[in-house]
C-alpha cells in the first residue's frame, strides 16, 4: 500500500517563507506532486518532480530525494491568498493515477 | 483558460438511489479520472479512463460504481444504489498525457449528500 504523511498545519505571515514536508512509503514510485485547494474547491496542480533536485516555478519550488523518500513544498513571499490547503501526491505506477496525502493546511496571516 | 465543468454542484438523495454526476473533460484532454474527499479528509482515487475502458479503479469503485464516455464529451459517474457513507465531493478530473507531471485539471466538484 501507500502512505504519506504531511504536517496538519502550518502558519506563517506575508511575506515569509515556509516548507511543507512529505514523506512517503509505497510499493512503486514514480513521481511526487503537489496541489493547491482553496475552501475545498478544485485542487489545482502546481508541480510535480520525478528525479531528485529542486524544480522551481515562480514563488513556488518542490523538492525531491527519492532515497529518503521525502520531499517538500517552498513557498516564498507569502501572500494572504496563498493561505489553503496543499496536497503532497505520489505515483505509485505507470499510470498518472495519484495517491494523496491528509493535506497541509497553511494559515498566512498579515 | 480550458476547464473541467461539472454538474450539478450539489446533489441530495435518499439512500438507495441512484445517482449520476456528470462531467465534461476538456477537449483535447484523452485521461479521465473520479476522485472524491469525504469532508476534511484527503482526496481518494476512485477511477480512471482511457480510450473508452477503465485503466485502473480502487477498492472503493465496487460493483456499485460504474463510468460511461456517452458521447465525445461527456464522462459521467454513476452510484447505483447510495449508501450514507457515499456522501462525499466527488470530483472530476482529466489529463493530457498518461504520467502525473502533466498535471491534473480538476473540476470544481458535485457535493454529494445521501440521507
Known amino acids: 500500500g501507500q502512505s504519506l504523511e504531511q504536517p496538519s498545519e502550518v502558519t506563517a505571515v506575508e511575506g515569509a517563507i515556509v516548507q511543507i514536508n512529505c514523506t512517503y512509503q509505497?510499493?512503486?514510485?514514480?513521481?511526487l506532486s503537489w496541489y493547491q485547494q482553496h475552501d475545498g474547491g478544485a485542487p489545482t496542480f502546481l508541480s510535480y518532480?520525478?528525479?531528485?533536485g529542486l524544480e522551481e516555478t515562480g514563488r513556488f519550488s518542490s523538492f525531491l530525494s527519492r532515497s529518503d523518500s521525502y520531499g517538500y513544498l517552498l513557498l516564498q513571499e507569502l501572500q494572504m491568498k496563498d493561505s489553503a490547503s496543499y496536497f503532497c501526491?505520489?505515483?505509485?505506477?505507470?499510470?498518472?493515477?495519484?495517491?494523496f496525502g491528509k493535506g497541509t493546511m497553511l494559515l498566512v496571516s498579515p | 483558460e480550458p476547464e473541467v465543468t461539472q454538474t450539478p454542484s450539489h446533489q441530495v438523495t435518499q439512500m438507495g438511489q441512484e445517482v449520476i454526476l456528470r462531467c465534461v473533460p476538456i477537449s483535447n484532454h484523452l485521461y479521465f479520472y473520479w476522485y472524491r474527499q469525504i469532508l476534511g479528509q484527503k482526496v481518494e482515487f476512485l477511477v480512471s479512463?482511457?480510450?473508452?475502458?477503465?485503466?485502473?479503479k480502487s477498492e472503493i469503485f465496487d460493483d456499485q460504481f460504474s463510468v460511461e464516455r456517452p458521447d465525445g464529451s461527456n464522462f459521467t459517474l454513476k452510484i447505483r444504489s447510495t449508501k450514507l457513507e457515499d456522501s462525499a465531493m466527488y470530483f472530476c478530473?482529466?489529463?493530457?498525457?498518461?504520467?502525473?507531471?502533466?498535471?491534473?485539471?480538476f473540476g470544481s466538484g458535485t457535493r454529494l449528500t445521501v440521507v
Open positions: 479512463f482511457y480510450n473508452n475502458e477503465i485503466s485502473e
Open positions: 478530473a482529466s489529463s493530457v498525457g498518461s504520467t502525473a507531471g502533466y498535471g491534473y485539471t
Open positions: 509505497t510499493s512503486g514510485f514514480y513521481g
Open positions: 518532480n520525478a528525479l531528485d
Open positions: 501526491a505520489v505515483s505509485p505506477g505507470g499510470y498518472s493515477t495519484l495517491t
